[in-house]
């Protein structure tokens, strides 16, 4: 497994805020092993500590034009090109001291802070690095703008840049993120804004600090005072600042990610639905914790935090019995207000057999994922061998499924079902899953 890293030695930066104007010193210090990227105010009395952590960014107004951590009246401003140089040099731990509000603005990038802590050093620690892996799409949206999250195995960003300038219309760039591509192809790109919209900045408090060296102005003709490092600069800026925003989840995220016009207010809702996500698979994974042992009944609420299934689709109202990774008991209570009802036979209902197969399959799944080796993975239903329906099943019955494994392989398992209505068999199957790391 990749292991955490951190800085071999101490390393300092100064300059000046780019939306407060002030003079700043930023130090940067090794960092133990689970301590997380650490900011402290040390001109304030008692040094107050505020970790990188989305749920202390500042909402409202001034974090549309960047990302500014509070907790208890101690700010930190603009952190997210910070961010990103830190998640591109994969560095899990880290003190970072500061003596005024806000992080230094250097050249509007992250090249300054990357070449920072690349003279630093960086180190390989004892312990393991762990990262979030999504298992389901994620989409958030408003005002036009939009993100979809996909399941992927690293992390790949696609954004569409869309102003409303001639200049800025539909340029897009689509990059995996790693350390080679972040140092080359993101990390010098620098932060714009439009001229004519750099005056009501200023009145609104921000870009006190920023001038065309450390910012892009795009006027009618141009950037003005300055030339850009890429042809498409701009859309290169907003996926160094989605990769900085990302890194506030508190450890890497694998996804890909495709933006439409996102910007920071944005990305703070993605980054809660994915926090949503990560709940509910914590959930799952103390929920198998507690079914390791070697029988054990779960009701619906512990069904649903280890099946992804939910009504009207989750067919399993209870696990009655179960040997981890060899057989499990099962039971669905059938009832008119079923939804299949309405328009399978509905002058003589009759549950389709499928939806009894696909019931037997859930409590497979169940059986599955309670094995140790198994835990964290998901299951799909792959393959039905020798399938029989011996009878109809009506409302008012009680399906009970009793499902034994046959062979498992590393990614393939095999077991075999059937299902009984008062005593009587009413189908059987032979039912085939793969399993895949979430």
């Known amino acids: 497994m990749e292991k955490q890293k951190t800085i071999k030695n101490q390393v300092s930066l ?85 003596n005024k ?52 195995p690293e992390l790949k960003i696609s954004y569409t840049l869309n102003y409303d300038h001639h200049l800025l219309k539909e340029e897009f760039f689509e990059l995996v993120v790693n350390a080679d591509s972040f140092r080359n192809e993101i990390s010098q790109a620098r932060t714009f804004c439009l001229e004519k919209e ?76 994915i926090s949503q996500q990560r709940s509910r698979s914590t959930l799952a994974s103390i929920a198998l914790s507690k079914v390791s042992q070697e029988q054990k009944e779960l009701d619906i609420n512990e069904i649903m935090k280890i099946l992804p299934h939910r009504q009207p689709f989750l067919l399993v109202d209870k696990i009655v019995s179960l040997k981890k990774g060899r057989y499990a008991k099962g039971i669905k209570n059938v009832t008119i207000n079923d939804y299949f009802f309405e328009g399978h036979f509905p002058g003589k209902p009759v549950m389709p057999g499928v939806l009894v197969i696909e019931a037997m399959a859930q409590v497979a ?28 099943v009506l409302p008012g019955d009680q399906l009970v499924f009793e499902v034994e494994v046959g062979k498992i392989r590393s990614r393939i398992g095999e077991a075999s079902g059937k299902a009984w209505v008062e005593g009587k068999l009413v189908c059987e199957a032979d039912l085939m899953f793969a399993l895949t790391d979430s």
């Not at 004892?126 to 999504?134: G, I, M, N, P, Q």
């Not at 408090?205 to 030339?227: I, R, S, Y």
């Not at 393959?383 to 029989?388: D, M, R």
């Open 365 to 392: 799944g169940v059986m599955m994922l309670a094995s140790e080796e198994n835990m964290g993975k998901i299951v799909y239903f792959m393959c039905i061998n020798n399938a029989k329906f011996r009878k109809p």
């Open 101 to 152: 509000n806000e992080l230094p603005g250097l050249d509007g990038s992250s090249r300054d802070f990357l070449l920072a802590l690349e003279k630093a050093g960086v180190q390989e620690q004892d312990e393991a690095r762990s990262c979030f892996t999504l298992r389901e799409p994620v989409t958030v949206e408003e005002n036009g703008a939009a993100i979809v999250a996909l399941p992927c």
């Open 14 to 98: 100064e300059g000046i805020g780019l939306h407060s104007g002030n003079k700043v010193k930023v130090t940067f210090k090794p960092a133990a092993c689970d301590s997380g990227i650490r900011f402290f105010r040390v001109d304030l009395p008692n040094r107050p500590e505020i970790r990188a952590d989305f749920k202390y960014l500042v909402s409202g107004q001034g974090s549309l034009r960047c990302s500014s951590l509070s907790l208890d009246g101690t700010e930190i401003q603009t952190v997210e090109h910070l961010m990103a140089s830190l998640l591109g040099l994969g560095i899990d731990n880290l003190i970072i001291e500061l």
């Open 198 to 273: 750099a005056e009501e900045l200023r009145r609104q408090g921000f870009g006190k600090g920023a001038n065309h060296d450390n910012t892009l102005v795009v006027g009618d003709d141009g950037v003005v005072k300055n030339k850009l490092r890429y042809h498409n600069e701009f859309v290169r800026h907003k996926i160094l600042d989605l990769v900085g925003d990302l890194y506030l989840f508190g450890m890497p995220v694998k996804a890909h990610i495709i933006a439409l016009r996102s910007g920071h207010a944005l990305n703070v809702k993605l980054l809660q639905k």
